[in-house]
């Protein structure tokens, strides 16, 4: 079993990096700060440096699997005894994904399980109605935080959800800020969440968490956290445009950042101090622990950030259990015979894995072709047995499935906004998958070629250049897809292309499709989607 809470490994460095927040308060010229080393050492000569251990968590997008793996990492670090040590267990958003209430509530009560004190509010988080995102906020034992926030006096969320909380450990008190992403419109599908809840762009959203932070340190705490759901750019921005933040717990971008290292997650604010910032991948793959140590002044002397990875953790048979009380036994659909390793980028390459999710749609709605953002694929198929939860891991939205007539003109615009994402932060929001369609695409998102491949296995050429507006497909699609999510296609809650809609989502379809395989099935590279180097283009 990994030792989670180790000897402070960076110790040397971070001498340095004391040393460097002093030339930098002596070449601003700041008496106040020269000062207080000094004053700080006359004032408590024998005070002990203020250990605390944070346990951090962010983007885990409803994966159940991990969830329980994470309850036991949890448990660990809650077991280790750590005298003199404030420990705090916080999450930086996207704990919840999809719009199923059922697993939004294991995603709910896992939180309160490992005693998380807040989590941030991600854009996920608005997958839910804001009725059902108010009943699960009556449920928490945790905080809900966003200081960028606005809620309509009107919603079921109003009042549900925070700007900071204080919490107190031996004796030491802490202020945790938590703020939500500016690009929030852009990231959750049109439903009553966006129109209730708005949030601040990035300029204003620093201003908002400086006067909150300004209002702490008022009261006297000088230890603040801030659990940001804003991305890693906009992280390192916070960091240097404020002061008195001391740790940003990030998320959103995805970015797994293991150890400290200088101009990278640690930086220096307006005033000087030291720092850190924090995040830890995505879909639950990895839990992070910081260590860090503060001076009385509230300033981090020491640091240690660790990235733990869950699959080192069982998944025990009591949180299993805890998870099927809420969502019931899993049914065995079949099992995979053989398979090939998920791709790496999985937003800017073709997944096998998803491949079999576009053409489970495509075959049971009966459609010419199916189309699939590649960000919807969260999990992948392992050798052996396949159950329900598995096609819920790998494709946990819950959205609700369409049938549309799409020209070719608008599917070749909607892959073209996919292909965007090869140059973008983050590859968002990644490319399209598709079933009874070819493409290929440049690793610098430009389309090259598009083919349409009918049900008995002919390809027909698709003109990219002039595409035809009159020439139509029924595509199979999901409701995020067709009213504009991502942008893939314009906004449009009501769009005049759905012929059929249907209250189930895809991970059903997966389901049925995979029941109707004698029992096994492959999972195997094709050439539907190709990316090549625009060098050798």
């Given at each position: 079993?990994?030792?989670?809470?180790?000897?402070?490994?960076?110790?040397?460095?971070?001498?340095?990096?004391?040393?460097?927040?002093?030339?930098?308060?002596?070449?601003?010229?700041?008496?106040?700060?020269?000062?207080?080393?000094?004053?700080?050492?006359?004032?408590?000569?024998?005070?002990?440096?203020?250990?605390?251990?944070?346990?951090?968590?962010?983007?885990?997008?409803?994966?159940?699997?991990?969830?329980?793996?994470?309850?036991?990492?949890?448990?660990?670090?809650?077991?280790?005894?750590?005298?003199?040590?404030?420990?705090?267990?916080?999450?930086?958003?996207?704990?919840?994904?999809?719009?199923?209430?059922?697993?939004?509530?294991?995603?709910?009560?896992?939180?309160?399980?490992?005693?998380?004190?807040?989590?941030?509010?991600?854009?996920?988080?608005?997958?839910?109605?804001?009725?059902?995102?108010?009943?699960?906020?009556?449920?928490?034992?945790?905080?809900?935080?966003?200081?960028?926030?606005?809620?309509?006096?009107?919603?079921?969320?109003?009042?549900?959800?925070?700007?900071?909380?204080?919490?107190?450990?031996?004796?030491?008190?802490?202020?945790?800020?938590?703020?939500?992403?500016?690009?929030?419109?852009?990231?959750?599908?049109?439903?009553?969440?966006?129109?209730?809840?708005?949030?601040?762009?990035?300029?204003?959203?620093?201003?908002?968490?400086?006067?909150?932070?300004?209002?702490?340190?008022?009261?006297?705490?000088?230890?603040?956290?801030?659990?940001?759901?804003?991305?890693?750019?906009?992280?390192?921005?916070?960091?240097?445009?404020?002061?008195?933040?001391?740790?940003?717990?990030?998320?959103?971008?995805?970015?797994?950042?293991?150890?400290?290292?200088?101009?990278?997650?640690?930086?220096?604010?307006k005033t000087g101090e030291p720092v850190v910032i924090t995040q830890g991948g995505k879909d639950g793959e990895n839990v992070g622990i910081l260590n860090i140590e503060f001076n009385q002044n509230g300033v981090i002397t020491k640091a240690q950030n660790n990235i733990i990875k869950t699959r080192n953790y069982t998944r025990n048979l009591s949180s299993r259990s805890a998870v099927e009380s809420i969502i019931g036994k899993p049914e065995v659909l079949g099992k995979v015979t053989s398979t090939v390793a998920p791709p790496k980028e999985r937003l800017i390459e073709n997944n096998p894995h998803g491949n079999i999710i576009a053409d489970a749609m495509r075959s049971e709605l009966g459609t010419d072709i199916a189309i699939l953002n590649a960000g919807n694929i969260r999990g992948h198929f392992d050798l052996g047995p396949?159950?329900?939860?598995?096609?819920?891991?790998?494709?946990?939205?819950?959205?609700?499935?369409?049938?549309?007539?799409?020209?070719?003109?608008?599917?070749?615009?909607?892959?073209?906004?996919?292909?965007?994402?090869?140059?973008?932060?983050?590859?968002?929001?990644?490319?399209l998958l598709v079933s009874g369609l070819k493409y290929t695409m440049t690793d610098k998102g430009e389309l090259k070629s598009l083919s349409f491949i009918d049900k008995s296995g002919n390809e027909n050429l698709i003109d990219i250049t002039n595409p035809s507006t009159e020439r139509k497909y029924t595509v199979a699609m999901d409701d995020f897809f067709a009213t504009g999510g991502d942008n893939y296609l314009p906004t449009n809650e009501n769009p005049d292309f759905i012929i059929k809609k249907f209250n189930i989502d895809k991970n059903k379809l997966a389901c049925d499709y995979i029941k109707k395989m004698n029992g096994s099935f492959e999972v195997k590279h094709d050439d539907r989607i190709k990316i090549i180097s625009h060098e050798n283009n």
């Open positions: 079993m990994i030792n989670l809470i180790n000897a402070y490994s960076n110790t040397n460095q971070l001498k340095a990096y004391v040393q460097k927040n002093s030339q930098i308060t002596s070449t601003k010229q700041n008496k106040n700060l020269i000062q207080a080393p000094l004053e700080n050492k006359l004032k408590y000569p024998e005070q002990m440096p203020i250990k605390t251990s944070i346990f951090y968590l962010n983007d885990i997008h409803g994966k159940m699997t991990n969830m329980e793996r994470i309850y036991a990492a949890a448990k660990e670090f809650d077991n280790k005894n750590e005298p003199n040590t404030g420990k705090l267990k916080l999450a930086s958003g996207d704990i919840i994904l999809g719009a199923n209430y059922t697993s939004n509530q294991v995603a709910n009560k896992f939180l309160n399980w490992i005693g998380v004190s807040a989590n941030a509010l991600g854009n996920h988080e608005l997958d839910v109605v804001p009725k059902n995102l108010s009943a699960l906020m009556d449920n928490a034992k945790y905080k809900l935080l966003a200081i960028n926030a606005t809620v309509d006096s009107e919603s079921p969320m109003a009042g549900k959800i925070g700007n900071s909380i204080i919490e107190e450990r031996n004796g030491q008190k802490y202020g945790i800020i938590g703020i939500a992403p500016s690009d929030m419109a852009e990231r959750v599908k049109l439903n009553d969440s966006v129109k209730d809840i708005k949030i601040d762009d990035f300029p204003t959203t620093v201003k908002k968490v400086q006067a909150e932070v300004d209002r702490l340190k008022n009261e006297g705490i000088n230890k603040i956290i801030v659990l940001s759901h804003s991305g890693l750019k906009h992280d390192k921005k916070l960091a240097q445009e404020t002061s008195g933040i001391d740790v940003i717990l990030g998320a959103h971008t995805h970015d797994l950042i293991n150890g400290i290292k200088e101009g990278e997650n640690l930086l220096y604010s396949v159950d329900s939860r598995l096609i819920n891991d790998i494709t946990p939205f819950e959205d609700k499935m369409l049938i549309g007539k799409l020209s070719e003109k608008e599917i070749v615009d909607a892959i073209k906004v996919g292909g965007q994402s090869f140059v973008r932060t983050g590859h968002k929001p990644g490319i």
